[in-house]
Every structure is written in structure tokens, then in C-alpha cells.
T-cell receptor
Framework: KAGVTQTPRYLIKTRGQQVTLSCSPI?????VSWYQQTPGQGLQFLFE???????NKGNFPGRFSGRQFSNSRSEMNVSTLELGDSALYLC???????????FGEGSRLTVL | DQQVKQNSPSLSVQEGRISILNCDYT??????FLWYKKYPAEGPTFLIS?????DKNEDGRFTVFLNKSAKHLSLHIVPSQPGDSAVYFC????????????FGTGTRLKVLA
């Protein structure tokens, strides 16, 4: 079955712009989590959605937001982009509220 | 506050020898742990997990050990192969609470042929 799909894979934005990233989980998976990966910081947890409800949120400013749709697809949005937002954004899905995370290949955002 | 720590950013091991990757955590509520492997330009892939009710879990060449009193886990790879060269992340979760995984900063393993 198809894995976790993230779009776009690569994008370049300038400071002050906003960006929307999309994630389609594995079919049947209802939980979607988002992580930011930067060199030396590992994977920083952004937020987690389960059945369209945000269950957890990491320590990121309000410029970072997300949502989940009824088909479990999820989007995350970053407004007023800063240079430090350049990172690989990873989406992961799980079948239920716990269990191993299945990751997509990520969306690499570069902010100039 | 880094709740999950991987203090060795990198590790080099000769092919055929044992690789030992370490991970420490601070939150005593964590009761489920996973290891992921990540190649460049790919998403992390699941390797092995362990619940806090166990102290060891084995899957082929990969074994994870958990020492709850020390809040420490380790991943052993025996024998190490060049294809194991990747970044390894450990992750922890408190399944009794709201569910989320906290990841360490990763250890880059290089297996030398």
C-alpha cells in the first residue's frame, strides 16, 4: 500500500512569506504528526492530529499551525517565514493513537 | 529541555564489528521507545521498539536494551554492515498520557568496509 506522501518535496521562499505543506497518511491511518528536522536539533515535534483534533503541540511559535481533514490528510502552515524556519519538515502517520510512526520523505523548505 | 539525549553525534565502526548507539532520557513517564534509521533525502524508517515492561528486544541483527533505573537505552547492531551507515534516532513516548514521540538529536553511524 502507498506510504506517507508529502508535497511539495522542495520549496524556496523568502522571509515574510507563508507556506503550506501537505501530508497524505497511509490509507486507514488516523493519526498524523509533524516534525521539524534541522542540523544538530534532531526531530523537533510540532503537532499531532487524531481524527481532525489537535491532541498535542510542541514548543513552536504561533506562526506554525496545522489542521487535519476528515480524510485524515493534514496540512501545516508557517506564516511570516524567518530564515531559521529553513528545515526538513517530516510528516508521520500511525494507525491508531499509539504505535510506530511511518514517515514520509519530507518537505525541504529553504527560506532566503 | 532535551528530554531524550543522544550524546554521541557520530560513531565509526569497522564492518563485522558491533555498533552500540546510546540514548538517555529524563522523563520517568516514558514507557515506549523506538529506534529509527535515516538515510539522506529519505524519511526515517522504523527499526525496533521496546516497551518498558521489557529490558531487551531483538530483531535479527538489531537488539535494543532498556535500563529503566538508569533511564538509558542502547541499540546494538551485530554484525555491522556498510549499508547500516545512516543517522539513528531514538524516540520515547508516554503512552499513558496524550500520545507524542520525543526524538533525540541522532547519531551518525559510519560502518567502514
Amino acid at each position: 500500500k502507498a506510504g506517507v506522501t508529502q508535497t511539495p518535496r522542495y520549496l524556496i521562499k523568502t522571509r515574510g512569506q507563508q507556506v503550506t505543506l501537505s501530508c497524505s497518511p497511509i490509507s486507514g491511518h488516523r493519526s498524523v504528526s509533524w516534525y521539524q528536522q534541522t542540523p544538530g536539533q534532531g526531530l523537533q515535534f510540532l503537532f499531532e492530529y487524531f481524527s481532525e483534533t489537535q491532541r498535542n503541540k510542541g514548543n513552536f511559535p504561533g506562526r506554525f499551525s496545522g489542521r487535519q481533514f476528515s480524510n485524515s490528510r493534514s496540512e501545516m502552515n508557517v506564516s511570516t517565514l524567518e530564515l531559521g524556519d529553513s528545515a526538513l519538515y517530516l510528516c508521520a502517520s500511525t494507525l491508531g493513537p499509539s504505535g510506530e510512526l511511518f514517515f514520509g520523505e519530507g518537505s525541504r523548505l529553504t527560506v532566503l | 529541555d532535551q528530554q531524550v539525549k543522544q550524546n554521541s553525534p557520530s560513531l565509526s565502526v569497522q564492518e563485522g564489528r558491533i555498533s552500540i548507539l546510546n540514548c538517555d532520557y529524563t522523563n520517568s513517564m516514558f514507557d515506549y521507545f523506538l529506534w529509527y534509521k535515516k538515510y539522506p533525502a529519505e524519511g526515517p524508517t522504523f527499526l525496533i521498539s521496546i516497551s518498558s515492561i521489557k529490558d531487551k528486544n531483538e530483531d535479527g541483527r538489531f537488539t535494543v536494551f532498556l535500563n529503566k533505573s538508569a533511564k538509558h537505552l542502547s541499540l546494538h547492531i551485530v554484525p555491522s554492515q556498510p549499508g547500516d551507515s545512516a543517522v539513528y534516532f531514538c524516540a520515547a513516548s508516554a503512552t499513558s498520557g496524550t500520545y507524542k514521540y520525543i526524538f533525540g538529536t541522532g547519531t551518525r553511524l559510519k560502518v567502514l568496509a
